[in-house]
Each structure stands twice: as C-alpha cells, then as structure tokens.
C-alpha cells in the first residue's frame, strides 16, 4: 500500500504541465499498476475471486 501511496504522492507533488510526456505517461502506468496490484491483494483478502479467478456475485 505504500507504493501506491508514493506513486500517488509523486504524481501529486509536480506540475504534469512541466513535465516530459513520457515521464507524466511512466508515472501514470506506475500509478495504474500499482492500483491493479492493490486490488487483486483486496480480492485475495477479502475472497471476492471464486476458484476460477473469476468475479463472485
């Protein structure tokens, strides 16, 4: 959760207009795989994936 939190600190902390648009794309895909990791870390937590992998409803 740290991760995320830092990756959201950094995005948050600089101005994207004074950035290069491949460093503001890096930090966003970072941003979004970090996201994606905390998810699947609450899914497995919280048994919301069936055996399958698939969403339970």
Do not use: Y
């Given at each position: 959760?740290?991760?995320?939190?830092?990756?959201?600190?950094?995005?948050?902390?600089?101005?994207?207009?004074?950035?290069?648009?491949?460093?503001?794309?890096?930090?966003l895909?970072?941003?979004h795989?970090?996201?994606?990791?905390?998810?699947a870390?609450?899914?497995?937590?919280?048994?919301?994936?069936?055996?399958?992998?698939?969403?339970?409803?």
């Amino acid at each position: 959760m740290s991760d995320l939190a830092t990756a959201i600190d950094n995005l948050a902390a600089e101005d994207p207009l004074e950035l290069p648009s491949g460093t503001l794309t890096e930090q966003l895909m970072d941003l979004h795989w970090q996201m994606a990791r905390l998810q699947a870390q609450i899914a497995r937590r919280t048994h919301l994936r069936t055996v399958t992998g698939t969403l339970a409803h």
